[in-house]
RNA sequence: GGGCGCGUAGCUCAGCUGGUUAGAGCGCACGGUUCACAUCCGUGAGGUCUGCGGUUCAAAUCCGCGCGUGCCCACCA
């Protein structure tokens, strides 16, 4: 049973993964009997688009520690799996392939495109899986969901229905935000502004009653979308503005359109921004629209579902594109005199989240879910500890979209996801309606399954910030309500990885790392070990690839170290020595006590500082007391000394030392336990018991 | 505009509720070992802990301001 010269985890990982795999030891059904009390983790949906990216390496790793800690700890562990559907992403990317051919969806027909995307993710959707399972993740894969299955689907419905009995699910025609290319509504989460040069347009509108300019007799608006001047229906000032009381009630004459609007007043105008006189466009702008309902405005729509102008529109305009029409609206300004000057001015462009193209506002026909209701179950969990945010800071974040909530558009104008469950309906639901319902739905509600029983509410959640609106806060407010518990006790935000310039990395920014390619290099533990060390508080991590070396290093450390002892335990290689050896403390050296103590120290300090969620501190003490302590001056110690409780200490030592490391680096260690002569051996390392404090 | 972070050795970062000569990994210099170590061990150089001010017997650690930097949110058109 010896330990081969050096380690090498490419022969090693997928053959233990394997063997793992086999023991069913990742299905909570199987493990053995005394792992009874359950802790569950699900996983954050990775989408069926999406590839490996030092983001989920890091969320990978973070919840294998925890999984495997506690089932060392003889608890019943269950990591779920799953994949999501991502409407508008995976319609995205097919439609992608599709233009390679020169077609559209809507050459296809609904039934046959989504025939595709079936095709598709038959093909793709489960690499993400597979390099989960590459990072060592102990997913209980026979539990493995996809949010569009055929029970999936069923918890869905069912949720859908109960919202829509209850009246908080209604129809209505609001101003959303609308992506031209997806042909589709977002959410007000799903949009990413982006910082543009632009410019701000100063407008003439004369007043009515003499409709020329050249006594001054007109107001002055600004303007980042002069396009929009078409579907004005009034202008607005602040009501304490006094360069324009004396104007509110009178009339302007709309430049090219040619229409009476009025001059109103709104607490909402900002006199100190531009000119103080704003262009109200209830179709096309948020603000605007509100305005429209405090004061009874009409709502002109002059942009359409494709981006261009409509019959609304001065018929010289019909038809343009959105940008097109800016261009010559503003040539006809300033040909007919209209335009007092243009400033350029940076602003914040709103861009639909996946294909990136910039949106529009428009007033459309939606399914809303109201949810004053929701957000106040969201807002009370945290509020009462029942859910806590780790780092803390991250309530801050989560408390104020809550506070602040709009109703969710939960209807989105794609053929990919679940449909509208009502008659006539031909849209389908949000992705992220279905992902609120992941914690519960992945164990099988609205059945009254045993797993549900035993594994809901599940323990922790572990996620990147991004998503703790998004994702996060729904899945609270949807425990809250359909299972009246919420979903999980504690929510562990995740450091977010960045390269070494402080970039976030991005595949088409060329900045990511794939962290495959880093397993191919160093090794899955090397990697696992590496990348966690960084994972320290809630500081973002600059990648570098040293760390991952750093781990290599150590895992050939803990290998040697491993052969040293083999080597050196003659009985060892007769017979099993016990792994828990009864230690005779009166005969002990100063090294031999030194090392149990700081071996205890260590114990207690992984425990400690895993259950705070401290990673990367947990890897650096195991690390010190493993190379230092252990190898460095123990071991040092052991061959100047010769006795039969040297050779139980080494070996208690270093079982110990792979049980506590095995969270971490769970190969290499998996393969040395299965070469030790250890007394009642469990059949993987993987449930062994955790360590105990001897003193 | 609001909010949240960060700024500690050449690089990436630890340093919890303030208290002995400020730490790790990588890199660097010197020496040793190669009978656990595709290496390892030992020793060492290197930091006015972003700047200024304050609280304190005592501050990298708490407070204020400035500078630099990153992120998130937002209905300044």
Not at 564 to 574: C, D, N, P
Not at 577 to 597: F, M, R, V, Y
Not at 669 to 692: A, F, G, H, R, S
Request: proline share 4%; hydrophobic share 35%.
């Amino acid at each position: 049973m010896e330990l081969s010269k050096t380690y090498n985890p490419k022969q090693v990982e997928n053959r233990i993964y394997r063997f793992w795999e086999k023991s069913g030891y990742f299905n909570p059904d199987k493990l053995p009997k005394r792992h009874k009390k359950p802790y569950c983790i699900v996983i954050p949906l990775p989408n069926i688009t999406g590839a490996l990216h030092m983001g989920h390496a890091l969320n990978a790793t973070i919840q294998d520690i925890l999984i495997r800690w506690k089932r060392l700890q003889g608890y019943k562990t269950l990591l779920v799996p799953g994949i999501d559907h991502a409407g508008i992403v995976a319609q995205y990317v097919v439609e992608k392939e599709l233009k390679k051919q020169g077609l559209t969806r809507f050459d296809l027909g609904r039934e046959k495109f989504i025939e595709k995307i079936w095709e598709w993710k038959e093909k793709y959707g489960n690499i993400i899986l597979d390099q989960l399972k590459k990072m060592g993740s102990s997913c209980d894969w026979s539990r493995t969901r996809f949010t569009l299955d055929k029970e999936y689907t069923e918890a869905v419905k069912k949720a859908f229905l109960y919202y829509y009995k209850k009246h908080w699910i209604y129809r209505g025609k609001r101003v959303v935000n609308w992506c031209v290319r997806c042909r589709t509504s977002l959410s007000d989460l799903e949009i990413e502004y982006k910082e543009e040069k632009g410019h701000l347009w100063y407008i003439r509108y004369p007043l009515s009653k003499t409709y020329h300019l050249k006594t001054k007799t007109y107001i002055v608006v600004a303007t980042t979308r002069p396009e929009t001047m078409l579907g004005d229906t009034a202008v607005a000032v602040n009501p304490n503005d006094k360069r324009y009381k004396k104007l509110v009630g009178q009339k302007v004459v709309l430049p090219l359109s040619r229409r009476e609007i009025p001059i109103i007043a709104d607490r909402i105008v900002d006199p100190k921004f531009g000119t103080g006189a704003v262009k109200v466009t209830p179709s096309h702008d948020l603000t605007d629209y509100e305005i429209s309902l405090r004061q009874g405005l009409k709502s002109i729509q002059v942009i359409d579902e494709t981006g261009r102008l409509n019959e609304q529109a001065p018929r010289t305009y019909q038809g343009l594109k959105v940008t097109d029409a800016r261009e010559k609206i503003i040539q006809d300004l300033e040909n007919l005199g209209f335009m007092e000057k243009i400033e350029d001015y940076i602003h914040q462009i709103p861009k639909c989240y996946r294909c990136g193209k910039t949106l529009e506002l428009i007033p459309s026909q939606q399914w809303f879910l109201k949810t004053d209701k929701l957000a106040k179950l969201a807002i009370k969990a945290v509020k009462t500890n029942k859910v806590r945010f780790h780092p803390k800071k991250w309530e801050k974040v989560y408390f104020k979209w809550l506070k602040n909530v709009r109703d969710w558009c939960i209807s989105r104008q794609i053929w990919w996801g679940h449909r509208i469950p009502l008659k006539g309906e031909i849209d389908v639901l949000d992705t992220w309606f279905s992902s609120a319902l992941w914690p519960f739905a992945c164990l099988g509600w609205p059945k009254k399954t045993k797993d549900l029983k035993t594994f809901y509410p599940t323990n922790v959640l572990s996620t990147a910030r991004d998503i703790i609106n998004l994702w996060v806060g729904r899945m609270i407010f949807s425990g809250a309500e359909f299972m009246k518990k919420e979903p999980f006790q504690d929510v562990y935000i995740h450091a977010t990885v960045l390269n070494k310039e402080g970039k976030r990395m991005s595949k088409s920014l060329g900045t990511g790392i794939d962290p495959i390619d880093l397993i191919e290099k160093y090794g899955t533990d090397a990697t696992r070990f590496g990348i966690i060390w960084q994972a320290t508080g809630s500081q973002d991590i600059r990648f570098v690839e040293d760390n991952i070396k750093m781990g290599k290093k150590f895992c050939n450390k803990v290998w040697n170290a491993s052969r040293f002892v083999l080597g050196q335990t003659e009985s060892a290689k007769r017979k099993a020595q016990s792994a828990k050896p009864q230690l005779k403390t009166q005969n002990l050296t100063n090294a031999d006590k030194k090392i149990l103590k700081a071996l205890d120290k260590t114990i207690k300090s992984v425990d400690k500082d895993l259950e705070k969620f401290q990673f990367g501190r947990v890897a650096r003490e195991l690390y010190g007391f493993f190379w230092r302590d252990f190898c460095d001056v123990y071991i040092e110690e052991t061959k100047k000394q010769d006795s039969k409780e040297t050779q139980k200490i080494l070996f208690y030592v270093l079982l110990s030392s792979l049980e506590l490391l095995h969270p971490f680096m769970p190969f290499i260690t998996e393969e040395i336990y299965q070469k030790l002569p250890v007394k009642n051996k469990k059949k993987c390392l993987m449930v062994e018991d955790w360590p105990v404090l001897k003193n």
